[in-house]
């Protein structure tokens, strides 16, 4: 891990966050259902809803809330990439593709801009 936080010190950081985070928060949704399925299971609702759900492994009321939250995991984890790398990864200097896309956009929203580039 020293290697790896010395060769890429943003990419360990941006990392070493995206895993800080994402432990607290299992940690915080794991005690909040263990409390839920307690209290459930110590008042009896927690069998008539097994019961009346017939919760198996294939279940859809299993399968489609795991599924979904490792789609919305990783696609909060790819938009932080990108921007992380729109933020601090791109060019200083202007582009051709910039400059021509500029004086597209400012063409229609009517602005001048002075060509200094």
Same mark, same amino acid.
């Given at each position: 891990?020293?290697?790896?936080?010395?060769?890429?010190?943003?990419?360990?950081?941006?990392?070493?966050h995206? @895993?800080?985070?994402?432990?607290?928060?299992? &940690?915080? @949704?794991? !005690? !909040?259902?263990?409390?839920?399925v307690?209290?459930?299971?110590?008042?009896? &609702?927690?069998?008539?809803?097994?019961?009346? &759900?017939?919760?198996?492994?294939?279940?859809?009321?299993?399968? !489609?809330? &795991?599924?979904?939250?490792i789609?919305?995991?990783?696609?909060?984890?790819?938009?932080?990439?990108?921007l992380?790398?729109?933020?601090?990864? +791109?060019? +200083?200097?202007?582009? +051709?593709?910039?400059?021509?896309?500029?004086?597209?956009?400012?063409?229609?929203?009517?602005?001048?801009?002075?060509?200094n580039?």
């Amino acid at each position: 891990m020293k290697k790896l936080s010395e060769k890429y010190p943003v990419l360990y950081m941006l990392t070493k966050h995206v @895993v800080g985070s994402f432990i607290k928060t299992l &940690l915080s @949704v794991l !005690v !909040v259902l263990i409390i839920v399925v307690a209290i459930l299971f110590f008042t009896g &609702l927690y069998d008539q809803i097994a019961s009346a &759900l017939n919760l198996k492994y294939n279940s859809p009321f299993i399968l !489609v809330p &795991l599924y979904g939250s490792i789609t919305l995991a990783l696609l909060s984890l790819f938009i932080g990439f990108l921007l992380h790398f729109h933020k601090y990864k +791109r060019a +200083r200097t202007k582009g +051709r593709f910039y400059r021509a896309f500029s004086r597209i956009i400012n063409a229609q929203a009517g602005v001048q801009v002075e060509k200094n580039w």
